[in-house]
């Protein structure tokens, strides 16, 4: 080959490393992206009167006299609308059963989308769900919702290759001629003097609870519940893992036995999350019995097990790093190898087994599989320190699966999902973020 | 340490007026004695955790095997757990893990090796202070974000935009390697010929080559493009985000491996008259292969025991992909069977329906254990090459 190939083949070498680090930091900015971006809609969006009507009546936010004002503008915007339905609704029911027939079944659906939108329509009994008690709280979702009432879906289902194609047909065409084709027009003109969309920052998203299976509030009962779990299992694993490490790098001789525990605790570390999952089911739960079902408890000791090993090797390495002079200066003054590690070697071992302990904070918090069937819940209420013993709980990582996926209306709460895993992510990465600028400081210290 | 440790021992028995009281003396030697009781106690707690998982795994599988047998499970791809005639083939849930783990590897392997050796070798070190937090992010963003981004962003871009996209990808992956290949062997071609022929051979076998892999590149991106993707949660789609999550784990692992290998074998290879890169082909990759073996072996233990990203994406649909490597076809794995299937399983009684899930994570228990002590082995074995 000659030099010049040489020199190519070794420069598109090097131009393929850098090509792999590139595809890695663009695939984090791509999956951060959206997750930051939508995730941060949760907290700041243009909201509408109902979101203020809201928070009035259940958390008495906001100003009294002046929101009540703005209600009643609303009210005032809504009212051709309603007065246009109860005409038709009359006209309908002393109208001929011909018309009767054909118009029933489209004012009916007419109704139910404009009760989505709105809110429900004055003088009608007060709806069950809460869901139902107030209209679409978010200008986005808005826009949405009206246009499903001024249009109707149509599933075109002739093409059999392919899956369903969709239409938007006008409502108007359904009701032309009636007096309620001016419904349409005057619905479209007027939606924001009758929704009154206002730009919101919504902090108290983190720290209100949730309504109505997530359709109103925020993710307080997620957010304590992954605290909890964390910090139970940090409770759990801090302790044994620091005490495992101090023995295997001050006590243990190379022997057998040792060789044996290094390799348990590697395969700790490989078994895969879900089995721990089902360990602390059958373990924990159903033979210790540390609760009669689920329980944060328990959730937290699983999770424990599962950080146990990343804690044992951070604090053997954190460790390891301290100067061996600083034991030796220890132990020629007269102290004892216990009291050498308690009083030496442990204080100036802190910062790295922290630094450890706070990246396997992060694993524990984001995880969710070992909770599955020990700790976590779909719907809960923030539950109070001692009832972590006996109780299940809502948490980050368990709701925003259980939302994406089994939540009965998944395309309505996008924003609290994406806000679910906006809280989730940011936690995970700040204590990553903490956990490298000590790991700077300490270095710096190290060597200078 | 225990030699100083012994000397100070005997120093303190023999002049203990002068150094320490007896009582204190005393205390420390029961409370070293206690400590070292309690601290061997605590640090063999992990290696009962494992016990203990091995024996309560296996303890509630064995039922299935006794109820089932054990054929019907490993070959069968019937898989009616609540059916009346319960039937528990389990085939295309190994099939449906093989597959997206293979995928996995295939996306996270040569990636991870490749931002590896740049790492170890081609980047400034203050480059490297940078590059480290982006894969420690990657690594440290949990799995079920990873899968609502599989679920809610990535698989209605690849049922909509999927063609494109691969029509893309191998633009952007196949080009560079296309023109790279077209020159390398062109020029390996003409090597032995003179001067003057030897240009104008190039040229036309250049062109003639260049131009048939260029056609067959645009052929396959069009194939590519006009491709249906009839649904985005498919194996295609968890095998991306399962190497991306795995990828970290390849990389440090591999770094560490390369690092391991001694600067003196790099300064021979380049005394000896390498470039970079026939160096770290020649000698520094062969040196670090066990341990960039047991990057690989580590990184397919995280796409196999991975849980939520499958469950989410994977479609989970209970059949083997016709034909077998169609990554655009849903599947599901053992882990997602587990998580799925657990909370319908009735816990109380332990039917066959619950125990079989057990069988499954023995399966993958067995599986991530094997592993674990080969890749165990690889490193053990470059770190004593690199010693001696």
């Known amino acids: ?448 | 340490m225990p030699t100083t440790l012994g000397t100070m021992q005997t120093a303190t028995r023999i002049m203990p007026s002068l150094l320490l009281s007896h009582r204190t003396r005393l205390r420390q030697r029961v409370g070293a004695a206690l400590g070292n009781g309690l601290l061997l106690a605590v640090t063999s707690l992990s290696m009962l955790a494992v016990f203990f998982i091995f024996f309560f795994i296996a303890r509630d599988a064995l039922p299935f095997f006794r109820l089932e047998g054990v054929r019907e499970f490993f070959t069968s791809t019937h898989w009616y757990p609540s059916a009346g005639e319960a039937e528990f083939g389990a085939l295309a849930m190994f099939v449906g893990s093989g597959l997206v783990t293979l995928g996995a590897t295939l996306v996270a392997v040569p990636l991870g090796i490749a931002a590896a050796v740049c790492l170890s070798d081609m980047i400034p070190f203050s480059m490297r202070q940078v590059i480290k937090p982006i894969i420690e992010m990657l690594a440290a963003i949990p799995s079920v974000a990873y899968g609502f981004f599989a679920l809610i962003v990535f698989a209605p871009l690849l049922q909509q935009q999927g063609g494109h996209l691969l029509a893309v990808a191998t633009w952007i992956l196949g080009l560079p390697l296309v023109v790279l290949g077209v020159i390398v062997f062109s020029d390996v071609a003409t090597d032995r010929l003179r001067d003057r022929p030897r240009l104008v051979i190039r040229v036309i076998l250049m062109a003639l080559f260049g131009g048939g892999a260029l056609a067959g590149l645009a052929w396959i991106g069009h194939t590519l493009g006009a491709l249906k993707i009839a649904s985005g949660t498919n194996a295609l789609n968890v095998s991306i985000i399962l190497g991306i999550m795995a990828l970290p784990t390849v990389v440090s692992v591999s770094e560490d491996a390369l690092q391991s290998v001694g600067r003196e074998l790099r300064e021979g290879s380049y005394a000896l008259g390498a470039t970079r890169a026939e160096m770290l082909v020649k000698t520094v990759l062969p040196a670090a292969a066990g341990g960039i073996l047991a990057a690989v072996i580590m990184g397919v233990m995280r796409a196999i025991g991975e849980t939520m990203v499958v469950w989410m994406a994977s479609g989970n649909a209970a059949r083997i992909p016709s034909p077998w490597y169609n990554m655009l076809d849903p599947v599901r794995t053992l882990t997602a069977t587990i998580a799925g299937d657990m909370g319908e399983a009735d816990h109380v009684t332990g039917s066959a329906r619950y125990h079989v899930l057990f069988a499954m994570a023995l399966a993958l228990l067995v599986f991530s254990f094997v592993c674990n002590i080969i890749s165990e082995k690889f490193i053990r074995r470059t770190r004593q090459q690199a010693k001696g």
């Open chain 1, 1 to 448: 080959m000659r030099l010049e190939t040489r020199k190519l083949l070794d420069r598109s070498f090097t131009g393929s490393g850098i090509l792999a680090i590139a595809l890695m930091a663009a695939a984090l900015i791509v999956l951060l992206a959206p997750m930051f971006i939508r995730g941060a809609g949760a907290i700041f969006f243009t909201a509408t009167i109902e979101h203020r009507r809201f928070m009035l009546e259940r958390f008495n936010r906001g100003n009294r006299p002046q929101l009540e004002a703005e209600i009643k503008a609303a009210r005032k915007a809504r009212a051709p609308v309603y007065r246009m339905l109860a005409d038709f609704e009359r006209c309908l029911a002393t109208g001929d059963a011909a018309e009767r027939r054909r118009y029933e079944k489209p004012f009916r659906e007419l109704k139910k989308k404009i009760q989505i939108l709105l809110g429900p329509i004055p003088g009608a009994p007060r709806p069950m769900l809460m869901r139902n008690q107030y209209g679409q709280t978010r200008w986005d979702r808005a826009q949405v919702k009206l246009s499903r009432v001024l249009y109707r879906e149509e599933w075109d289902y002739s093409d059999p290759t392919r899956s369903g194609i969709m239409h938007l047909k006008p409502r108007t065409a359904d009701f032309a001629g009636t007096s309620l084709e001016a419904l349409f027009p005057y619905l479209k003109n007027n939606i924001d003097r009758m929704l009154l969309p206002r730009r919101t920052v919504y902090w108290q998203f983190l720290t209100d609870t949730s309504f109505d299976a997530h359709f109103f509030g925020g993710i307080w009962p997620e957010i304590l519940g992954t605290f909890y779990l964390t910090i139970g299992a940090m409770l759990f694993a801090l302790p044994l893992g620091i005490i495992a490490a101090i023995y295997l790098t001050e006590y243990a001789r190379e022997s057998r036995f040792i060789e044996i525990l290094r390799t348990c605790i590697s395969t700790l570390a490989g078994v895969p999350s879900i089995v721990f999952g089902l360990f602390g089911l059958a373990f924990f739960i159903n033979t210790l019995k540390v609760s009669s079902s689920k329980s944060v408890l328990a959730g937290a000791m699983t999770l424990a097990l599962m950080i146990l090993p990343t804690v044992i090797r951070a604090a053997e390495e954190a460790i390891r790093a301290v100067p061996a002079a600083y034991k030796e200066a220890a132990l020629s003054l007269g102290a004892g190898r216990w009291h050498a590690i308690c009083s030496i070697i442990l204080p100036a071992a802190l910062p790295g087994i922290l630094t450890g302990s706070v990246i396997s904070m992060g694993r524990a918090a984001g995880e969710t599989a070992p909770i599955i069937f020990t700790a976590a819940v779909s719907v809960g209420k923030p539950l109070a320190l001692w009832q972590v013993f006996t109780q299940p709980t809502p948490a980050l990582s368990w709701n925003i699966y259980n939302l994406a996926t089994e939540h009965a209306a998944v395309d309505e709460i996008r924003h609290v999902q994406y806000g679910m895993v906006l809280v989730l992510v940011s936690l995970v990465l700040l204590l990553n973020l903490a956990a490298i600028l000590m790991r700077a400081r300490i270095s710096k210290r190290l060597r200078g």
